[in-house]
């Protein structure tokens, strides 16, 4: 599969930020067991927070996925670079193909994509956290290279290690 990830303009953004809250609160209703008001209000506390300059945010990776051959609109992608542990790591955020895109391999271009962005950022690996109601989302993540890190009560983070020649301690 062909794609090309380009940063979101404007408007995708504010499109993206209302799908990725809603879909956030609706984890925490599910996995945190909150009131569905209260789930909205922490969901837009979070991305407030971590997005705190929207697209402009430092460090951040807000792309739109696109199928190069003809330049429709598949899905989105976050991720963001940070140290943790003494080490720079790719962290991804959130991803999302179309409905109607699903199964087709985007999601594994994008992943690559942002891999080989984070590579060439001189991050040692890409981490990621998963639901664990979203087993479509585990089967792929696995089937990418990801391996299990470590559990919480709702789901699990995954790392991969990275390939590039930065990859020594920060």
């Known amino acids: 599969m062909r794609i090309r990830i380009r940063k979101m303009t404007e408007e995708e953004y504010l499109s993206f930020y209302r799908f990725s809250g809603q879909h956030h609160a609706e984890e925490l209703v599910r996995e945190e067991r909150l ?13 407030s927070e971590m997005l705190p300059n929207g697209l402009d945010t430092a ?4 792309m739109v996925i696109e199928n190069s051959a003809d330049g ?16 720079k790591q790719s962290f991804i955020c959130d991803l999302m193909i179309e409905e109607t895109e699903r199964r087709k391999g985007y999601a594994a271009a994008a992943l690559n994509e942002a891999e080989r962005t984070a590579e060439t950022n001189g ?21 990418c290279g990801y391996v299990f890190l470590r ?4 789901g699990m983070y995954l790392v991969k290690k990275l390939k590039g020649e930065e990859n020594e301690n920060v």
């Open 123 to 143: 991050c040692a690996e890409s981490v990621l956290f998963v639901s664990n109601a979203n087993i479509p989302a585990r089967m792929l993540y696995s089937k």
């Open 72 to 87: 429709r609109r598949v899905g989105f992608i976050w991720f963001l670079f940070e140290i943790y542990q003494g080490k």
């Open 35 to 47: 009131f569905p008001e209260e789930a909205r209000r922490e969901a837009e506390r979070e991305l």
């Open 59 to 62: 460090d951040n990776y807000l």
């Open 151 to 154: 559990n919480t009560g709702h």
